[in-house]
């Protein structure tokens, strides 16, 4: 018996990636993930004088309704990889100048976070025993072989990553045209193969957005909360101190601006969808911290700045 067909390959190491190759292998499936990323989640940067600053620029945190969801999360936070978030949150209105306490408005969900980072719990779940996990490793071709009732894995620099009994595909851009649109090459999975599900993936929206990950030497103390969203602004949608969540480094601040997604089209439309350059990024960040700025509460000028474009 050929035992790499009992195999099943999970493409993608986000939340829904990593969470999918655990289960399968506490059940039992022999499980290779593969993540075109270096490692799941989060970043690392390095000033100019070579200090190193970490941010989770995506997520900055998630809530939990759905009970099967919270029995999960309840493991995580007994292993330590997720603390509960217990800052307070507010809104800040560019027509009023007012903050506003949102959660004394509409009251709140809990708020976790992964510690030390978002990134955590993504790496726990990648290294569990029966978890094969491959990064830098990204799937350029998935090709169904019928006579074998297997599928066939071909990397995107051509390598023949091998045959599975089954395939989870994580991520949309699996069939999306968004990968043609940043990269030039066909998405991995032909279309016509799962043409139900490939046109329920492509009604999904996307909804690009820029992160800005700024570092400052003193607290931001004018801001009365730790996270914000921003009410009459075409710019920013969110801010929150990314250094101010349980167990981070805190010889510095960092703050975490998100854009809206009117501001993100607007860029895309003049740059397209490739990968933003260098120029862009700093445009980018500059008119996102300048928005920031322009609330008239004292920011005082960052030592880090950088943009990224999800
Ligand atoms: C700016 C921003 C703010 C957000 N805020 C929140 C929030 O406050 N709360 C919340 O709950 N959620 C938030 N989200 C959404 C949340 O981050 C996503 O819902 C979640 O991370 C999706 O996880 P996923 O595993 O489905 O996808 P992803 O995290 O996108 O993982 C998919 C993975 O697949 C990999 N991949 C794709 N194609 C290939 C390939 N061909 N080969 C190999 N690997 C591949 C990608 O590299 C990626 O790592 C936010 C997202 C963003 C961008």
């Not at 990064?135 to 995107?156: C, H, N, P, Q, Y």
């Not at 933003?276 to 700093?282: C, E, I, K, Q």
Request: hydrophobic share 35%.
């Amino acid at each position: 018996m050929n035992t790499a067909a009992f195999k099943v390959a999970v493409v993608g190491g986000g939340i829904s990636g990593a969470v999918c190759a655990s289960t399968l292998a506490r059940n039992g499936v022999s499980v290779i993930l593969f993540e075109s990323a270096r490692g799941p989640g989060g970043r690392r940067e390095k000033t100019e004088d070579g200090k190193e600053l970490s941010f989770d620029h995506g997520a900055p945190f998630f809530s939990v309704s759905k009970p099967e969801v919270q029995s999960i999360v309840q493991e995580w936070e007994s292993k330590g990889l997720v603390a509960e978030w217990k800052e307070e949150f507010g809104s800040f209105d560019f027509h009023t100048r007012k903050f506003n306490n949102i959660e004394q408005q509409v009251g709140f969900s809990k708020r976790f976070v992964g510690v030390p980072g978002m990134n955590s719990i993504c790496k726990a779940l990648c290294n569990e025993s029966g978890v094969e996990s491959k990064f830098r490793v990204g799937i350029g071709k998935a090709e169904w072989l019928d006579d074998e009732k297997l599928w066939s894995l071909t990397g995107v620099d051509g390598q023949n990553l091998g045959q599975f009994k089954g395939l989870v595909a994580s991520d949309k851009n699996i069939v999306s045209s968004r990968v043609t649109e940043v990269t030039g090459q066909p998405p991995p999975l032909d279309f016509s193969l799962v043409p139900e599900l490939s046109a329920k993936l492509q009604n999904l929206p996307v909804q690009p957005c820029f992160a800005v990950m700024l570092a400052f030497a003193e607290p931001l103390s004018s801001i009365p909360f730790k996270g914000l969203s921003f009410e009459n602004s075409k710019v920013l949608s969110w801010a929150y101190c990314d250094s101010c969540k349980p167990n981070r480094e805190t010889t510095s601040e960092r703050w975490v601006l998100h854009s809206t997604t009117e501001y993100a089209e607007g860029i895309i439309s003049q740059t397209g969808m490739k990968k933003p350059s260098d120029a862009t990024l700093n445009k980018v960040a500059e008119q996102l911290l300048q928005e920031f700025q322009s609330t008239r509460i004292h920011i005082p000028e960052p030592f880090f700045k950088r943009a990224h474009r999800w």
